[in-house]
């Protein structure tokens, strides 16, 4: 056992400026929709260099927002990777869609543009790509393709918050990008997400849709009762964002930087430690990018440990390192399973799901928590580690 206390996977970091912005909001006129969405919105807009941004009531749905905006309805198919969290083909679902899943590219675990390409057919409408761990995806040849079919691309951005891809941030290059503020992410609101485009017609439809399918604008309405009058256009939710979430949110972006270079020197001290370590691989960041690194996914090579996966979990867990796995592939799930797709073999997701524990990593973890983490997996490594008979340490 461990002097230390429970080290979580992930965890928001809040300081008293943080708690003043939402004391401020309680003490003003407005709860919600009020002052503090429109300027959160200008600000994530600003940070990624998007035209627009629309606030949701969380990165669920946002992307629930996105696939309405793209148009997608019954018999649609959309493409994304399994190796994701369920909410990035559960939107599919919640439009009546068929969510298909392209395997991933054993490197850098994103979806592989050459499996999106296999499963096009004359029914598909988008590609949902993930930049998983905060990795940006391949995005060159995904909109290369998306192009090619008439396709729209909604990145799941829920990692990638300050991601660059060939020097470009993430948020600005996709037909629409979500991000998610729950409070494992790089930023938090409580619950909270954005969608960002640079496309109008899609940012109309998001406003709408967040409110009921409601418009206020006269120059978009059918008919005019008077000045009281307003007009629900098409079938929306309530999914709007809290000002006292929006006022956090302002609040959490202006240290986001200051975040991701606090993740990056704990993933740099990881990857030091682990590189030659013959039993671990460590995550690989493609050329072009720049991870915005929310999770740190170490792979445990099973053909050279003599454990299992849950052994050395459960070992993490005694030394109370708060490990988790990212993720359970989506088709596995009893519910999609139902669906169908556990006739679906996707190689790489599911070898991945066997081998691969995610380490704690977030911008308030201390250098002592670290290093204890370190010589942890080390310690663990060796005591299990397939050796030669005679050769014990
Ligand atoms: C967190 C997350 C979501 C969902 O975001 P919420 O804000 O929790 O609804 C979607 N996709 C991925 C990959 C995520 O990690």
New binding site residues.
């Given amino acids: 056992m461990s002097d230390h206390s429970f080290i979580p996977y992930g965890k928001q970091s809040l300081d008293e400026e943080d708690i003043q912005a939402v004391v401020n909001v309680l003490r003003s006129d407005y709860l919600t929709t009020g002052p503090a969405i429109n300027q959160f919105e200008e600000a994530i807009a600003a940070y990624v260099d998007s035209k627009y941004a629309v606030a949701f009531s969380?990165?669920?749905?946002?992307?629930h927002g996105a696939c309405f905006a793209a148009g997608i309805t019954e018999g649609d198919e959309v493409i994304t990777t399994p190796m994701?969290?369920?909410?990035?083909s559960n939107c599919v679902l919640y439009q009546g869609g068929t969510p298909i899943f392209a395997d991933i590219d054993p490197v850098t675990y994103n979806i592989n543009p050459l499996e999106i390409e296999k499963k096009i057919t004359n029914k598909t409408k988008a590609i949902i790509p993930?930049?998983?761990t905060g990795q940006p995806c391949e995005l060159e040849e995904i909109i290369e393709i998306a192009r090619r079919h008439k396709l729209i691309v909604i990145e799941?951005a829920?990692?990638a918050l300050g991601a660059t891809y060939r020097g470009q941030k993430i948020g600005s290059i996709s037909d629409m990008t979500?991000f998610?503020?729950?409070p494992?992410?790089h930023i938090t609101t409580g619950?909270?997400?954005v969608i960002t485009t640079n496309n109008k017609v899609y940012y109309e439809k998001l406003l709408a849709f967040r409110s009921h399918g409601i418009t206020r604008d006269r120059s978009q309405m059918m008919d005019d009762h008077g000045p009281w009058y307003y007009e629900m256009q098409f079938l929306g939710y309530n999914y709007r964002m809290t000002d006292i979430q929006a006022a956090l949110g302002i609040s959490q972006l202006r240290k986001s930087d200051q975040f991701l270079e606090r993740r990056k020197e704990i993933v740099e001290k990881y990857n030091w430690h682990f590189k030659d370590i013959k039993e671990v691989v460590i995550p690989k960041q493609s050329a072009f990018v720049e991870s915005s690194w929310?999770i740190y996914v170490l792979r445990f090579c099973s053909n050279v440990l003599q454990v299992s996966k849950a052994k050395l979990f459960n070992e993490l867990r005694n030394c109370d390192i708060g490990v988790n796995v990212?993720?359970i592939p989506v088709h596995k799930q009893p519910y999609y399973k139902n669906l169908g797709y556990n006739q679906c073999n996707y190689l790489e997701a599911e070898h991945l799901y066997e081998e691969a524990i995610t380490l704690p990593l977030f911008p308030s973890m201390t250098d002592q928590e670290v290093e204890y983490i370190i010589q942890t997996i080390k310690r663990i490594i060796s005591t299990n580690k397939r050796t030669k008979v005679g050769d014990e340490e």
Avoid: P, Q
């Avoid at 969380?58 to 992307?63: I, N, Q, V």
């Avoid at 994701?84 to 990035?88: D, I, L």
């Fill in positions: 969380s990165g669920t749905a946002a992307l994701t969290f369920v909410a990035s993930v930049d998983f799941d829920a990692h979500m998610s503020f729950h494992v992410k619950e909270g997400g929310h990212h993720y």
